[in-house]
């Protein structure tokens, strides 16, 4: 094992206390001395920030190199911002306001915090799976000829809560990750052996020993501190051992609360044998048999700097170490502590404890016997080293709209050919695109471009059926150029790779355009990764194919009513829904520019749509064929298409109805307006591209009028040129509320048609009849309209 110089090990103990400290004054600071102003409990946990104080500064103070990346456990946020302050990076006013507005966040934010947070964290589970991920694009990125490879590769890190090992979507990404080779990736489990409400079943460590195993990965356990490593190893040491090992996690939590005095009569009476183990816990005080059997390997620096500093291998390791919830406080191992805060008086006590001044809490080194040596630990620590760790490389340029197609298509088999004439360009983009499927890679029309550009994989595995000669549409070889990367059934790990590809240029300084595929409805299944990628702000573009009822024989199961709304309701995420091939291919054009935006959100939130800072896009498309608009689209239409409408069929002064479509249903709109309109030209088609930007933009002109700002948004233009008489009917085939809220640009009449229900095998003609999105429907809402002048 490494030897630590003494001077060094004090120094990093010494910002150990600083952090158990300023972690639990952040609290309660929050909580209790900032004045309350709305009655609202504010919150933050110290029980679960003191159980990962240790950890958490033996890998920042001794461990981490800049390039490693880390997802801290999301309510040890405040463990991770006091040591953001000690090193400078974090100040003193955002921890004052931390949980407050424009203050240090609940939990660690990329986006919202500003003190380098590489992985934010908050529902439980994402931040764990996610440094998997980011640890396989990080291998896909390096096995490019086009990449810098000259960067030290970072080791993926994450610290789990045991009671996060719950979360489902961990083994999904423990399978996917043995798949893929992962390396370079470490899951810290701070093991108390508690979760929110209480502790945690017997025999915990065994399952999860079995399963890490199973997957590949290293298991180390770090369950003795050094202490206790002595103590072992004195006369009786093995009797004390043998009953530390055999103690229920009950019992070790309550002594662990009740203290020294309560372990001593616990100890005595059960092991005590008037001999070399009496004698052994004699010598102890019980402040000291109390600091003895705390001292769990996830509390010992010693036994964490030894274990996590000589780490060689890159094998995915898991550590267990041992921990206790609330250590060195208090609420130290009582199984209500998680939400517990501690009363003034105890954190009183505690400030003594720590010998900080009254009105110095805040100091960084208040307290300290030798602030000299903390600082210099300070300086000394590999991870203060100044280098850019969040990088920002150039955009990648775009290669124009790609469609040249048949005069009959679906917007799924257009995407396939779109992608299948970039894959077969020379262009920086194609290079930098990377696929990805939850194993509908074909039937979502990815084959061509996988065929093309191959799958990936560390190592080579050839085509089997292609050496043999079989026939076979796929010819998919496995080597590290592959631009796919080919994944198992889970569309959580679809977005958590999404999530982590879409960081790469800000993670390891290379730009990727990651496009994901899956059938529209299983959205649902990924629906928290997908928001916590959009949160992290990782850049992706998803297609989601079929869709709706549109997709007739799959049936109910398959059906999507809903995502048009998570379209639109999902921040960070622009939704379109083409019905034309030369929309898709102007919009993807578009996309790829729009994921690499990346202007400063302003504070005044002008940006409401975020135009300037860019985002993710979400494409819905469709396996159903239409005829397509013969024309050559003007720079004027191609812009109209991104704001999210264009007349299809212009207003005129004589128009009574306009029929706004979005997607598929474009032919039901088409053939109603023939129908209704014929000769008298009394009929508009709004084709709508995209209702969520169309409302967002629309939203923005209302913020605006409201800053006493001029205000205007494309809705407003387009509708602006329909008579104040006309009535709408909107039409979509998916929820009707997604083009509902048209009717109020302009407080004109709205029918609104969509479908709301599950829905069964079945035609097109079947199905759009029976939820009345067919064109005999949209007539028919169009004469209750005309019928009502
Ligand atoms: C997806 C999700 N569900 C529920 C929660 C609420 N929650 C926060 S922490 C926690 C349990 C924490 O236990 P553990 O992971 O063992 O952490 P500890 O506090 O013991 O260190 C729960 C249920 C959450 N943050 N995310
Ligand atoms: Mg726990």
Request: some cysteine.
């Amino acid at each position: 094992m490494a030897q630590h110089s003494r001077p060094h090990l004090a120094g990093i103990a010494a910002l150990n206390r600083k952090v158990l400290w300023l972690s639990q004054w952040m609290v309660h600071h929050a909580n209790h001395i900032r004045p309350n102003v709305d009655g609202v409990k504010v919150g933050g946990h110290q029980a679960s920030s003191a159980s990962l104080a240790t950890i958490l500064s033996a890998l920042y103070f001794g461990v981490l190199k800049p390039e490693d990346r880390v997802a801290i456990k999301p309510h040890a946020a405040p463990v991770f911002h006091a040591i953001q302050y000690l090193f400078g990076r974090q100040s003193r006013d955002k921890l004052q306001r931390f949980r407050g507005y424009g203050g240090a966040q609940s939990y660690p934010s990329r986006t919202k915090d500003t003190d380098d947070v590489d992985f934010s964290t908050g529902s439980v589970g994402l931040g764990v799976a996610f440094t998997a991920f980011a640890a396989m694009i990080q291998d896909y990125v390096r096995a490019k000829p086009w990449a810098d490879t000259s960067r030290p590769e970072g080791r993926m890190i994450a610290l789990a809560g045991d009671a996060e090992l719950d979360e489902g979507n961990l083994y999904e990404c423990l399978l996917e990750g043995w798949k893929h080779g992962l390396r370079k990736c470490w899951w810290i489990i701070d093991f108390n052996r508690q979760s929110l409400d209480g502790v945690v079943r017997e025999g915990l460590y065994e399952r999860i020993e079995a399963i890490f195993t199973a997957f590949g990965w290293r298991v180390v356990t770090l369950k003795y501190g050094a202490q206790q490593r002595r103590a072992f190893a004195e006369p009786g040491g093995e009797a004390l051992r043998r009953w530390i090992d055999q103690c229920p996690n009950t019992l070790y939590s309550a002594l662990m609360f009740q203290g020294g005095a309560a372990w001593r009569a616990r100890l005595t009476d059960e092991i005590g044998d008037q001999g070399a183990v009496t004698a052994l816990i004699e010598r102890r005080s019980d402040a000291e048999l109390a600091e003895l059997m705390a001292n769990l390997g996830g509390h010992c620096l010693e036994t964490l700097l030894d274990q996590f500093g000589t780490e060689t291998t890159d094998q995915p390791t898991v550590f267990i170490a041992y921990t206790v919830k609330g250590w060195g406080t208090p609420l130290a191992g009582h199984k209500d502590n998680h939400a517990g805060q501690m009363t003034a008086g105890q954190i009183e006590t505690l400030r003594l404890a720590h010998a900080v001044p009254a009105g110095e809490e805040w100091e960084p080194f208040a307290g300290l016997d030798d602030p000299a040596i903390a600082q210099a630990a300070l300086a000394a620590a590999p991870f203060a080293r100044q280098v850019e760790r969040r990088y920002r490389p150039p955009a990648v340029p775009g290669i124009g709209p790609q469609w040249q197609g048949p005069a009959a298509t679906s917007t799924q088999a257009a995407f396939g050919r779109i992608l299948d004439a970039i894959a077969k360009t020379d262009s920086e983009l194609a290079r930098r695109i990377v696929t990805t499927s939850p194993d509908v890679t074909v039937s979502t029309n990815l084959g061509p471009w996988v065929n093309r550009r191959q799958l990936f994989s560390r190592t080579p595995i050839p085509d089997l059926f292609q050496e043999q000669r079989i026939p076979s549409a796929q010819k998919w070889s496995f080597s590290p150029q592959g631009q796919h990367i080919e994944l198992g059934i889970a569309e959580m790990n679809l977005f958590l790779l999404l999530g982590a590809a879409g960081l790469s240029h800000q993670l390891f300084g290379e730009r990727l355009i990651p496009i994901g595929t899956l059938y529209d409805p299983f959205i649902a299944r990924g629906l928290d990764a997908l928001n916590y990628a959009c949160y992290q702000d990782a850049r992706f573009l998803l297609i989601a194919t079929p869709s709706g009822v549109s997709l007739a024989g799959e049936g109910g199961a398959h059906q999507s009513i809903g995502t048009p709304l998570i379209g639109m309701a999902q921040d960070g995420l622009c939704a379109f829904e083409p019905a034309f091939a030369d929309e898709l291919a102007i919009i993807m054009d578009w996309a790829f520019d729009y994921l690499q935006r990346d202007g400063e959100v302003r504070s005044d939130l002008a940006d409401w749509p975020r135009d300037v800072s860019g985002g993710s896009v979400y494409l819905r498309l469709s396996t159903r064929t239409l005829e397509q608009v013969p024309r050559r689209p003007t720079p004027e239409l191609a812009a109209d298409i991104i704001q999210g409408g264009y007349w299809l069929r212009p207003p005129t002064a004589r128009t009574e109805i306009v029929i706004a479509y979005q997607g598929v249903v474009a032919s039901e709109a088409i053939t109603a307006a023939g129908e209704l309109g014929g000769a008298r030209d009394n009929v508009a088609v709004l084709a709508v591209t995209s209702a969520d930007r169309l409302n967002a933009g629309w939203h923005a002109s209302q913020r605006a009028r409201r800053h006493g700002e001029p205000g205007g948004s494309h809705v407003e233009s387009l509708l602006a040129e329909v008579p104040d008489r006309a009535g709408l009917v909107t039409v979509i085939d998916g929820h009707p509320a997604t083009l509902g809220w048209l009717g109020s640009v302009r407080g004109q009449r709205a029918l609104t048609l969509g479908v709301e229900h599950f829905g069964q095998t079945g035609t097109v003609n079947d199905l759009y009849r029976h939820f009345g999105i067919d064109a005999d429907s949209i007539v028919a809402s169009a004469r209750v309209l005309l019928r009502g002048h």
